[in-house]
Nanobody, 123 residues
Framework: QEQLVESGGGQVQPGGSLRLSCVAS????????IAWFRQAPGQEREGVSC????????NYARFVKDRFTITSDNAKNTVYLQMNSLKPEDTAVYYC????????????????RGQGTQVTVSS
């Protein structure tokens, strides 16, 4: 059973930055892409970004492109989501997910999901 652990959330002012981390097992990094999703209160969970198992391919939702960057550090079994120029509408619980061979925009298609980390953007 894969266990994903997210961290790095917090409260930040608009325009600020945060870096989220998602730690998984070595076998996960070698075999599966890892994705980030987010869910704001009363809204559906939506895809944010995904990185391939090689780390060479990344994709982003249109609403975070050019502000967020996803990277992986295989030596630490960790995927990062660097979030810059944060906006109040980025406020949500952020989750990482893995366990399928290709990135997908539907979180239900992933076998393993973390417990989430809260990101709050407000002044």
């Amino acid at each position: 059973q894969e266990q994903l652990v997210e961290s790095g959330g917090g409260q930040v002012q608009p325009g600020g930055s945060l870096r989220l981390s998602c730690v998984a097992s070595l076998s996960t990094f070698e075999n599966f892409p890892i994705a980030w999703f987010r869910q704001a209160p009363g809204q559906e969970r939506e895809g944010v970004s995904c990185i391939s198992q090689s780390g060479l391919t990344q994709n982003y939702a249109r609403f975070v492109k050019d502000r967020f960057t996803i990277t992986s550090d295989n030596a630490k079994n960790t995927v990062y989501l660097q979030m810059n120029s944060l906006k109040p509408e980025d406020t949500a619980v952020y989750y990482c997910a893995t366990g399928r061979n290709l990135c997908a925009n539907n979180w239900r298609l992933y076998t393993y999901r973390g417990q989430g980390t809260q990101v709050t953007v407000s002044s």
